[in-house]
């Protein structure tokens, strides 16, 4: 997620800038806004180019970034260091319907207190409503919706990048989603995280295919029998 110094980076990225320039504007050494620009260009709100000797840091054209800095011109009171808190993006996430906060803990895999505490703080600034016990994402904040949407999916892109190769994700809910991809994963970086579903457990049971296409889902969150029959009958 993104840090308060990226954060404060990102909002100097104004016009382009060295680092030494950002270092000299916001009072911090050279070392600490390299690492925090390391971190914007991995979250795709950031990009280096080379100008003459010098390299210069940009805004990113991504989706979000743009959705971000939208947010920062229509709210420059709003305390985005808040709102890019790791539970605050993972419920954002799951507000575009309207959910309990028994839902919204198990679908997040946060626990009660840290929902509620979360929930309560964006409530605040009117980022989220909630009427009849249930919680939804303000949609007159159109900036800050667009934002979460739009990072997701870039943050799930980038890591199927990193996964395999020919692979397309079929649905999505935050930093969840569901893919198919060409053959078995055989190997991936994050294997306590893709659980093959649909047919693709078929194999466990003795039940070849001749497809060769496979279904996975991504989630840090254990899987429940529930998940693997939603998942499956999403396929026929």
């Known amino acids: 997620m993104p840090t308060v110094?990226?954060?404060?980076?990102?909002?100097?990225?104004?016009?382009?800038?060295?680092?030494?320039?950002?270092a000299e504007k916001l009072a911090l050494n050279n070392s600490t806004i390299s690492t925090?620009?390391?971190?914007?260009?991995?979250?795709?709100?950031?990009?280096?180019?080379?100008?003459?000797?010098?390299?210069i840091v940009k805004r990113s054209d991504t989706l979000h970034a743009h959705s971000l800095e939208k947010i920062l011109k229509e709210y420059?009171?709003?305390?985005?260091?808040?709102?890019?808190?790791?539970?605050?993006?993972?419920?954002?996430s799951v507000l575009t319907h309207p959910h309990n906060i028994t839902d919204i803990a198990a679908m997040t895999g946060l626990n009660r207190h840290t929902s509620s505490t979360t929930l309560l703080n964006l409530?605040?600034?009117?980022i989220v409503l909630k009427k009849n016990g249930k919680y939804s994402l303000n949609q007159r904040h159109r900036h800050i919706v667009n934002f979460i949407g739009n990072y997701w999916s870039y943050i799930a892109n980038q890591r199927l990048r990193?996964?395999?190769?020919?692979?397309?994700?079929?649905?999505?809910?935050?930093?969840?989603f569901l893919f198919k991809a060409q053959g078995d994963l055989d190997h991936n970086n994050e294997?306590?995280?893709?659980?093959?579903?649909?047919?693709?457990?078929?194999s466990g049971f003795d039940l070849g295919l001749m497809a060769t296409t496979r279904y996975y889902?991504?989630?840090?969150?254990?899987?429940?029998?529930?998940?693997?029959?939603?998942?499956?009958?999403?396929?026929f």
Not at 163 to 172: A, N
Not at 191 to 202: E, L
């Open 5 to 22: 110094t990226s954060l404060a980076i990102f909002k100097e990225l104004t016009t382009p800038i060295s680092i030494s320039g950002l």
């Open 191 to 202: 294997p306590d995280r893709i659980h093959p579903t649909a047919t693709t457990v078929f």
């Open 36 to 55: 925090a620009v390391s971190s914007l260009i991995i979250e795709g709100l950031a990009v280096k180019q080379r100008n003459g000797k010098k390299v």
């Open 123 to 126: 409530s605040k600034y009117g």
């Open 162 to 176: 990193d996964i395999t190769e020919d692979t397309i994700i079929l649905w999505q809910r935050g930093p969840e």
């Open 217 to 235: 889902f991504y989630s840090k969150r254990q899987l429940t029998v529930e998940d693997f029959n939603l998942d499956t009958l999403f396929h």
């Open 76 to 92: 420059p009171g709003l305390p985005v260091k808040n709102l890019f808190s790791y539970s605050s993006m993972e419920i954002l």
